[in-house]
């Protein structure tokens, strides 16, 4: 009987500590991990690009085109933390792979008998690992798993459970994603002393769009948890400036409300994420390195050119390694009001460089301005897949006139 008050009284406090809903096993550790998809309120579904695809969606394993590791660390209520590790890589044709370690530690708390006398300070943590693979069917539909295992410790006592989340994500075209997750799809329990307690399935759906070039991303997740309580709502957005700082809000209707920013340099990205709930404003702060893998990227050289003096012309190199064979390509080069002014296509692998001179079909100059670079590839499972826009800008260093009839 004391043993159980004490796990009864564990577990009241870590629900209290995260601001979870009671009675879900582990529920602190369902909380979500990813700095990035955090500071989107959790909207992750069908946006987590990064090594937290095994947590939020394995199907999104085989998305991901380069390795990645990631660490994270948080700070919570009353002196706990959260610490996580990551790592995704690319299995080439057969998918994509990732596996992740969590570790809570919860503050001491007050243990108490059955008389409410005081039993002296408790200690508890929550570890958690997950592998999962993900790999693309038919239609450009892809599937995913995720195998997990908990375990929590109180005090002398250790009690693990397993489970595993089921998931779905497809691009719908360049702009638009959509993803769904089904979580703890095994009927187990966890078996503590004297009881046990089930997992909770749930299933989530999301969607995310990319606009403004794809600067700007927009995402929403709706998830029903079947234990009768009404389906929650997650929502968060990020702007991308130049491919360097990213800045990020979101919501749910959890309560809890969050903000944040990244910031890359090459391949290393460090993020921020501040969380505000009734309780308490935690932190979130995490490092990702990504590495080797398939990469998808232009470079123009110059990338800033006269068509009338000086450098004429610019070359945009392409790299184009992907995990799959390229069905066709397009490179196109847009205006400020994103209308295509210029245009490459073909079929297999894209070419390794491309020229523009910057004239009009007349040959006339183009306007002084900035332009932006895209490459698009359509690969053999009928997936789109795009590079970042890169910047070209036109500017006239000399003065030149229009030469009239009969000059």
């Known amino acids: 009987m004391k043993r159980t008050l004490i796990i009864i009284t564990a577990i009241s406090f870590a629900s209290l500590l995260l601001a979870g809903p009671g009675g879900i096993p582990f529920e602190s550790l369902d909380s979500g991990t ?29 998305t991901v085109s380069r390795n990645e590791v990631s660490m994270s660390i948080e700070t919570l209520f009353g002196g706990a933390n959260f610490d996580q590790i990551s790592f995704v890589s690319p299995a080439g044709i057969y ?19 059955a008389a409410g006398l005081s039993l002296g300070d408790g200690s508890m ?78 299933a989530r759906l999301g969607a995310a769009i990319k606009i403004l070039d794809r600067r700007l991303k927009i995402a929403l997740d709706l998830e029903k948890t079947f ?25 749910g209707t959890d309560g809890e409300f969050t903000g ?31 590495f080797g893998g398939y990469e998808l990227s232009l470079k123009a050289e110059p990338d800033i050119f006269s068509p009338i003096s000086g450098n004429k012309k610019t070359y945009i190199r392409v790299t184009a390694k992907t995990k799959y064979q390229v069905y066709k390509w397009k490179l196109e080069i847009t205006d400020n009001k994103g ?19 910057g004239l009009k079909n007349d040959g006339m100059p183009m306007d002084e301005g900035e332009y932006r670079a895209k490459l698009t590839v359509i690969d053999e499972n009928d997936i789109g897949v795009s590079s970042d826009p890169i910047k070209i800008k036109i ?9 009239m009839m009969g000059d």
């Open 34 to 62: 990813g700095i990035r998809e955090l500071s989107m309120g959790g909207a992750a579904t069908a946006n987590c690009p990064d090594a937290s695809a095994v947590f939020w969606n394995p199907a999104y394993l085989d």
């Open 95 to 113: 998918g994509g792979i990732g596996a992740s370690l969590s570790i809570l530690n919860y503050p001491a708390y007050d243990k108490q008998d």
């Open 125 to 202: 943590k929550d570890i958690a690992a997950s592998l999962g693979y993900g790999k693309t069917l038919f239609w450009g539909i892809q599937a995913g798993l995720a195998a997990k295992m908990i375990v929590k410790n109180i005090d002398d006592a250790t009690y693990t459970g397993f489970n595993a989340d089921a998931a779905l994500f497809k691009a719908i075209n360049d702009t638009f994603d959509i993803g769904m997750v089904f979580k703890n799809v095994l009927p187990l329990s966890v078996k503590y002393y004297y009881e046990e307690e089930k997992f909770v399935s749930s």
């Open 227 to 251: 234990i009768g309580t009404p389906v929650a709502v997650y929502g968060g957005a990020e702007y991308n400036i130049s491919n360097i700082f990213y800045l990020r809000a979101g919501a």
């Open 260 to 290: 944040g920013a990244g910031i890359a340099w090459q391949d290393i990205m460090f993020d921020y994420c501040a969380g505000f709930n009734e309780l308490t404003v935690s932190h979130k702060f995490a490092l990702s390195y990504r």
């Open 339 to 357: 209308d295509v002014i210029k245009s490459w296509m073909g079929a297999g692998d894209p070419d390794t460089e491309e020229v523009w001179d």
């Open 395 to 403: 500017s006239a260093n000399t003065q030149y006139n229009i030469p």
